[in-house]
């Protein structure tokens, strides 16, 4: 079953402008992950935060994990038409040795 | 260079022919996996494997069968495919938690 969901489901905004996508999910989790996936092509992890921790950053990217909401927060700063692509968040749930994945956020951005 | 490889990326086949994705990975992951990919499904976990002679059903399995004879490969079998497995299937591998994935295999059953 999933546990991960994405919103919104797709974003359209312009090139430079910050791209916020979120992710609940429904049980306790070791970590979060959020991976991209350009069209049919396969998955490539971007960041992970861990559960006792807040706030990621790596390069554009800012991570927020919020284990009291079961929520997370992907935002990609000034974005640019290269970052076009679909965004998962995937958890790894205490009881279980596994990636679970949302459906996805389809990111698009406008020259 | 570190990677996951499937074969193949694209196969057309009929209903009942039986058939192998192959799946190799040059990292000496002991976490290997395979999902496929649907159309407002996400991404759906078929079979995963936690080292050799190690494996276990995830959400989808039904129609499916997996061997893990050695650590670097981890086939994908569709002993008689059918329609409703048309779709994009992903390996992946993974080291502690970060996933490594392959570039896909689309399969259309026809």
């Known amino acids: 079953s999933q546990q991960g969901e994405e919103d919104p489901q797709a974003l359209s905004i312009q090139e430079g402008e910050n791209a916020t996508m979120n992710c609940s999910y429904k049980?306790?989790?070791?970590?979060l992950q959020w991976y991209r996936q350009n069209s049919g092509r396969g998955l490539v992890h971007l960041i992970l935060?861990?559960?006792?921790?807040r706030e990621k950053h790596s390069g554009r990217l800012r991570v927020t994990l919020d284990t009291s909401k079961k929520s997370s927060s992907l935002l990609i700063t000034a974005s640019r038409a290269a970052d076009t692509a679909s965004y998962f968040c995937?958890?790894?749930?205490?009881?279980?040795?596994?990636?679970?994945f949302g459906q996805g956020t389809r990111l698009t951005i406008n020259p | 260079e570190a990677q996951v490889t499937q074969n193949p990326r694209y196969l057309i086949t009929v209903t009942g022919k039986k058939l192998t994705v192959t799946c190799s990975q040059n990292?000496?992951?002991?976490?290997m996996s395979w999902y496929r990919q649907d159309p407002g499904l996400g991404l759906r976990q078929i079979y995963y494997?936690?080292?050799?002679?190690?494996?276990d059903k995830g959400d989808v399995p039904e129609g499916y069968k997996v061997s893990r004879k050695e650590k670097r490969n981890f086939p994908l079998i569709l002993e008689s495919p059918s329609p409703n497995q048309t779709s994009l299937y992903f390996c992946?591998?993974?080291?502690?938690?970060?996933?490594?994935f392959g570039q896909g295999t689309r399969l259309t059953v026809v």
């Open positions: 494997s936690m080292n050799v002679e190690v494996t």
């Open positions: 049980t306790s989790i070791n970590n």
């Open positions: 995937a958890t790894v749930p205490l009881s279980a040795q596994k990636l679970v």
């Open positions: 992946a591998s993974a080291r502690g938690t970060e996933a490594f």
């Open positions: 990292m000496n992951h002991e976490y």
């Open positions: 935060i861990r559960s006792n921790e």
